[in-house]
T-cell receptor, first 113, second 112 residues
């Protein structure tokens, strides 16, 4: 089935540790996105990528990093600089950034030990 | 970023009732999207609207793109228990890569 796969579903981080969240899509979409969702709130954009080897900061990029070495993959690293990392992280993709709706993966819930 | 006002924040309705929710913005959007999110899952696209005044249905769901391009409405008819979840609106600008903005969601509870 075509879609967006996020892994793991649940992730725990120790203080001072970096963790990487995986996002893979087989929809042949050019654009990919990472959002953060906190309880009772909407989605906030962390990073996005319009094309391979290109990515841009979103509204809340501090403490996060990404890479886009392959079209189908857009991993997100939550660094130790992110002081409040506990949240639900959602990856999305779209055919392009213009006039194309975004489709989401099932999310990764990150918690601090 | 852009602010989208989504209302109501939450709704408790009886099974079989109709539901209406809306989203307004101070900005003009070229596309309006409606998503549904179940607990612990990612949002699923329900309806996409691309033209002012457009009325589009998806089963029991009907959404409209407001004439002013600053608002959108979602209606659910004859609600059933599986309609439970959080519904998000999103407005998309025509230009710019960081161009999708989300409402804060409407939490729907359906009482059997």
């Amino acid at each position: 089935d075509g879609g967006i796969t996020q892994s793991p579903k649940y992730l725990f981080r120790k203080e001072g540790q970096n963790v990487t969240l995986s996002c893979e899509q087989n929809l042949n979409h050019d654009a990919m996105y990472w959002y953060r969702q906190d309880p009772g709130q909407g989605l906030r954009l962390i990073y996005y990528s319009q094309i391979v080897n290109d990515f841009q900061k979103g509204d809340i990029a501090e403490g996060y990093s990404v890479s886009r070495e392959k079209k189908e993959s857009f991993p997100l690293t939550v660094t130790s600089a992110q002081k409040n990392p506990t949240a639900f992280y959602l990856c999305a993709s779209s055919l392009s950034v213009v006039h194309q709706p975004q489709h989401f993966g099932d999310g990764t819930r990150l918690s601090i030990l | 970023g852009q602010q989208l006002n989504q209302s109501p924040q939450s709704m408790f309705i009886q099974e079989g009732e109709d539901v209406s929710m809306n989203c307004t913005s101070s900005s003009i959007f070229n596309t309006w999207l409606w998503y549904k999110q179940d607990p612990g899952e990612g949002p699923v696209l329900l309806i996409a609207l691309y033209k002012a005044g457009e009325l589009t249905s998806n089963g029991r769901l009907t959404a409209q793109f407001g004439i002013t391009r600053k608002d959108s409405f979602l209606n659910i008819s004859a609600s059933i228990p599986s309609d439970v979840g959080i519904y998000f609106c999103a407005g998309q600008l025509q230009t710019g890569a960081n161009n999708l903005f989300f409402g804060t969601g409407t939490r729907l509870t359906v009482i059997p």
